[in-house]
């Protein structure tokens, strides 16, 4: 596989805005769930939600593309200079040349949501200024954000559940590899709604209170809203001793349920084997893996198996859905960045909110930070529906 460089990256989640806020709340073991406030949600569950989101205002030439989705990615283009980065890297390949690979679930379904509230009495019909093309319609997130950055290259939304914004990384550099494109944003931004929020209540998969991955207690996920990007760009002759590039993707399929993962994680080791052999390394070779970790029984019991079955209980991981929730779309890219935060600080992020190890998982859970040297984490990503992913990101110097 081409190996690609991480040439910029930001993100935006309960736990802070942009890169510096993220590292502090890792650093800290701080997270960013309380008891669920949203609006109109009467459930006894902790959430994630993003402050400001609701203050902030699209520019007027894309007010069409206004809902909380678009909102969310808004404010995290401006972070961090990414959007700056963006323009520069127009500047070496032109507007045609960049393409645009997000994920998402739900995408601006909350737009939909608010409308049905104000049909006509009468006729049932939706508000006239209700656009569903430009705010529930999944293209809609990589329309705006193609628009706010000025790109004219080719655009894709992926929705496969909790894997939708690590696959676009696999899909990015496939579109370069083949020659179509020379770089790429690639990202997931997902908001909170009350779809997701009841139908996740309603499976009986949240937690009372903020989820517990991997402890004997866990019961279930805390359902958040995050957003991540990052640009692509194929590596130069030289680099610099921090940067991150993306070394290698593995994606299955294993279709054993609508939503509950194969038992024994065949798909999800699959994706994991699949990402070190495009990597060119072993198993021994990752210091650290971001496991998908929701916090539900099934799913870390699946995952624990397939991790155990690739890397023994010898490779050191967590889960940072403890302080972040659980994103489901945005998820898969909000996490390569907490990976790339990591490699470049040189510490293994712990889980928080995990008491007791569950010792029947057999694999190496952190809980404290782990101060050392980092060259290569892995970040896994596993959907609905049996869609896997797993991200091999390493550390150039």
Known sequence: MTELLLKDYTATSCVGHGRLETLDALRSQRGGLAPCTFERAELDTWTGEVSGVDDVRLPDKLRRFDCRNNRLAQMTLLQDGFADAVAQSVGRHGRRRIGVFLGTSTSGILQTEMAYRHRDPTTGALPADFD???????????????????????????????SSSAKVFGSARRMMDAGLIDAAVVGGVDSLCLTTLYGFHALQLTARGPCKPFDTTRDGISISEAAAFALLERVPNSLDADEVTLLGVGESSDAYHMSSPHPEGQGARTAMLE???????EPGDIDYINLHGTGTPSNDNAESRAVASVFGAAVGGSSTKGATGHSLGAAGALEAVICSLALQHDFAPGGINTREIDPELG???????????????MSNSFGFGGTNCSLLLGRAG
Do not use: H, W
């Open 132 to 162: 569903y093309e430009a705010s529930q319609n999944s293209f809609s997130i990589a329309e705006y954000v193609r628009q706010a950055l000025d790109l004219d290259g080719p655009a894709v939304v992926i929705c496969s559940a909790c």
């Open 275 to 281: 990402a070190l052999k495009a990597g060119g390394l």
């Open 363 to 377: 694999i190496q859970y952190l809980v404290k930070n782990r101060p050392g040297r980092m060259t290569y984490a």
